[in-house]
């Protein structure tokens, strides 16, 4: 006999939130009934659209895995859900890393601690940082990465 499916987590979540990877085990329960319906692709490879299986929420879902290990989570409308699949119209909240990195510096998420000072996270995303934005200061990239000016320097200079 097939198992219900697990309550889910979406009405106890707000509307943007974070959810750590790993750790408490949110991750777990927010995915088990959260899945991923279509995934943005090209230079933004980490925004997705997701669907609960269990009440039926629309999720729009920043996977951040190199600075904070965080998903960001906007609650979306029936019809924002259905700009996206229909007219692959993206609220424009996580379509920069950017923008990604912001919201989670706005919900209070310290930025991880990394020993390697050019850990390939941390260049990868300085360089994105930058194509994205070629005027971006080195202030902000140090700000964004939670890092200081000086290895905000080096890190572009890496990339």
């Known amino acids: 006999m097939k198992e219900p499916p697990s309550p889910c987590c979406c009405r106890s979540l707000p509307d943007l939130a974070a959810v750590p990877m790993g750790g408490d085990g949110l991750d777990e329960?927010?995915?088990g009934t959260v899945k991923n319906v279509i995934d943005h692709g090209g230079d933004a490879w980490?925004?997705?659209?997701?669907?609960?299986?269990t009440c039926g929420q629309h999720w729009m879902i920043a996977q951040e895995e190199r600075i904070f290990d965080e998903h960001f989570l906007r609650r979306l409308t029936d019809d924002e859900a259905n700009h996206i699949s229909i007219n692959a119209e993206w609220p424009s909240e996580f379509l920069s890393y950017e923008r990604v990195l912001k919201t989670g510096h706005a919900l209070g998420i310290?930025?991880?601690?990394f020993l390697e000072r050019l850990s390939p996270s941390l260049v990868w995303t300085a360089e994105d940082l930058r194509k994205e934005r070629p005027d971006i200061s080195v202030e902000e990239v140090a700000l964004l990465l939670g890092v200081t000016v000086k290895q905000a320097t080096r890190l572009l200079k890496a990339a």
């Open 46 to 53: 980490w925004l997705h659209l997701s669907q609960c299986r």
């Open 110 to 113: 310290r930025p991880c601690i």
């Open 29 to 31: 329960r927010v995915f």
